[in-house]
């Protein structure tokens, strides 16, 4: 269906009809109209944020490194520490 | 206003009677002659009293209404003011019927039908003014009301309204503008506005806005009363009775195919019993009075006639009231009348979309009302079953 509203050329200084004002602050309708919802959704976004940091440190948690202090560590070998991989093959097989 | 109202101080006689508990009639016991209103008072600028020693004396009781008479006031001179009035361009219809719209109260409902932002006090006023006569009965047929069998529907009244939802939301038929998208239409939605004053000559961009709130539904309104031509003069005269008219009414079709407007200047009782409407369906049409005065000592007679056939036709009545206690006077003598007979749909309450505005009585200063401020409805009482009138099958076959 067409609207029944007649298109006119603006003339002048057209006067702001948006919800945002000049700077893209939020003005006072768009305000108004948020209000019935402001401390439902603020409510909201703590559960959520509450969540999500509730699962991160429990996961931080669960992964974190174990507590080795009842495993005895052993002595260092006694043979000279040497070099690993000291020998000349350079490769698993080779085609002869 | 200074030809009409008369001083409210106690020490004049009563010219009429007092018409509710807060009027100011009821204090009048002295002797003093009715004296007109002469003396302006210096913050609102209303003449109040008849002399500066009234208006002295009774300075505490004019100090509860003296803000609001102000803004009534400073209200009228923005009309006139000649400034550009951005409030009073209203949108198309709803873009998406998926962009539903949010009926919680007037800022939600603004800016979820796409109005242009409405920052200022002021200008939310002067357009809650006119848009809350469709808009009040929107919030009450739509199935996105605010109201609900939580708070205000009654469950009879869920029924009606359910009948009257399944009407103004079809589904998809698939209809299209090619002969392969011809589908059977539903006749339109009439809408029946009884004791029409001056919402018969509100400007047909307001109206639209309710037909703007159901896509894919037509409307005919039907304004019907003794002064439903108010402030139409321009349109007069009416056109001439013809058997295809029969009562010279006023039928505007030119606004987009969704809505026809007809008027009416008659009483309904007259045209109930000339069965120009009949037959009445719960799921088409509904009757809408906007502040009827049904218990005003002064208009109360003139519906008497019309409430037992509003009645026999069971389709749901929603009633505006200009104030709470001029609302309950309604129900009560609803009430009183129907003697039993009728059912209430939604009972009465704040109207969610009240005019902002308040309005000033010219004959009485004192007496402030808003346009819509509640709203309720009422519906001839349905039976399930007709009473026994004897005679039936199973007494004749034992004869």
Not at chain 2, 83 to 88: A, G, K, Q, S, V
Not at chain 2, 263 to 282: G, I, K
């Amino acid at each position: 269906m067409r609207p029944t509203q007649i298109w006119r050329m603006p003339l002048g200084r057209i006067p702001q009809a948006s919800y945002y004002d000049q700077k893209n602050r939020p003005g006072a309708a768009l305000m108004r109209a948020r209000q019935p919802y402001l401390v439902k959704n603020a409510v909201t976004g703590v559960c959520l944020l509450g969540f999500v940091a509730a699962v991160y440190t429990w996961t931080l948690k669960a992964i974190g490194q174990d507590d080795f202090s009842d495993v005895p560590i052993p002595d260092a070998p006694t043979q000279p520490a040497h070099a690993p991989h000291m020998s000349t093959v350079k490769s698993a097989g080779s085609a002869q | 206003m200074r030809q009409n109202a008369y001083c409210p101080h106690p020490t004049h006689q009563a010219t009429r009677l007092a018409t509710s508990p807060h009027d100011t009639e009821h204090r009048k016991t002295g002797a003093l002659p009715p004296a007109h209103v002469r003396f302006e008072c210096p913050d609102c600028g209303i003449p109040v009293s008849c002399s500066e020693e009234h208006y002295v004396s009774d300075y505490e009781s004019h100090l509860e209404i003296c803000d609001t008479l102000r803004q009534i006031n400073e209200d009228d001179h923005d009309l006139l003011s000649g400034r550009l009035f951005p409030e009073f361009e209203y949108p198309g219809p709803q873009v998406a019927e998926e962009a539903q719209v949010n009926m919680m109260n007037w800022d939600t409902l603004l800016y979820s039908r796409d109005f242009a932002a409405i920052n200022d006090d002021r200008s939310m006023r002067q357009a809650t003014r006119l848009l809350t006569y469709p808009l009040s009965i929107a919030s009450v047929l739509h199935e996105l009301s605010p109201y609900s069998l939580r708070d205000r529907v009654t469950a009879e009244g869920l029924r009606s309204l359910s009948a009257l939802r399944y009407t103004l939301h079809p589904p998809r038929s698939g209809s299209g503008i090619t002969i392969a998208g011809l589908r059977p239409n539903p006749p339109p939605v009439r809408l029946f506005i009884l004791g029409a004053r001056a919402e018969s000559s509100l400007p047909r961009e307001v109206w639209i806005q309710l037909a703007h709130l159901f896509p894919r539904v037509t409307f005919h309104l039907i304004f019907i009363g003794p002064e439903s031509m108010a402030n139409r003069e321009a349109e007069f005269p009416l056109p001439p009775r013809t058997p295809q008219n029969p009562f010279g009414a006023i039928v505007e079709t030119g606004l987009g195919g969704v809505m026809k407007i007809s008027t009416y200047v008659d009483y309904f009782h007259t045209l109930h019993e000339a069965q120009m409407f009949a037959p009445y369906d719960p799921y088409f049409d509904c009757f809408v009075l906007f502040h009827p005065g049904l218990g005003h000592p002064a208009s109360s007679f003139e519906w008497s006639e019309t409430l037992p056939q509003l009645l026999e036709t069971k389709v749901p009545i929603i009633c505006t009231g200009y104030t709470d206690y001029d609302m309950r006077r309604d129900m009560a003598w609803v009430e009183k009348e129907a003697r039993g007979e009728m059912d209430i749909v939604m009972k009465a309450g704040e109207n969610r979309f009240r005019s902002l505005r308040w309005d000033l009585n010219d004959a009485d200063p004192g007496d402030v009302s808003c346009g819509n401020w509640g709203i309720w409805g009422f519906r001839g009482k349905r039976y399930e079953a007709d009473e026994y009138r004897g005679g039936g099958k199973a007494e004749q076959q034992t004869r």
